[in-house]
C-alpha cells in the first residue's frame, strides 16, 4: 500500500482500485519464490572450502600479518556468501543492500586508517625518543 502512494496514487485510488479488484472476484495471489536446491548446495561447498582453507591457515603455521589477512578474507567471503543466499541478500533493493553492506566496508576502511596511523605513531615516538629502557 504504501508503495502505491509513493508512486503516485492517492489514498482515494488506492481504495477505490482495491474495491475494482473485489468487486470484479480478481484475488491477489501471494508471490513465494523458492530457489533451487542446486544454490544453496554449492554455497554450501564453496563454505566447506573456505573453511577448510582458513583451517590450512593455521596447520600450515603462518604467522604475522599474511595469517591476519587471510583468515580474515576468508571470513569476509563466507559471511558474504551467507549474508548474500541464506539471508536473501542477492535479491533485494539496491537502496537496501548499500544500507547493510556500506556500514561494515566503511568500517573496515577506518581501522585500516587506524593502523596506518599507529604505525606512524610508533614509528614517530622510536625515532624522537628512542626505543626506551
Known sequence: MAEATANGLGQ?????A???DAATGVAHAEVHQEHPIK?????????FILSTCSYLVDYFGLHGYLRWSLILIFMML???LIVAVFMHMAWERLALMYAIILPPILVLVFVTMMVFEADYTLLTRMVFFGAGP
Open 12 to 16: 482515494h485510488q488506492l481504495h477505490v
Open 18 to 20: 482495491h474495491a475494482h
Open 39 to 47: 544454490l544453496y548446495l554449492v554455497v554450501w561447498a564453496w563454505l
Open 78 to 80: 563466507k559471511a558474504g
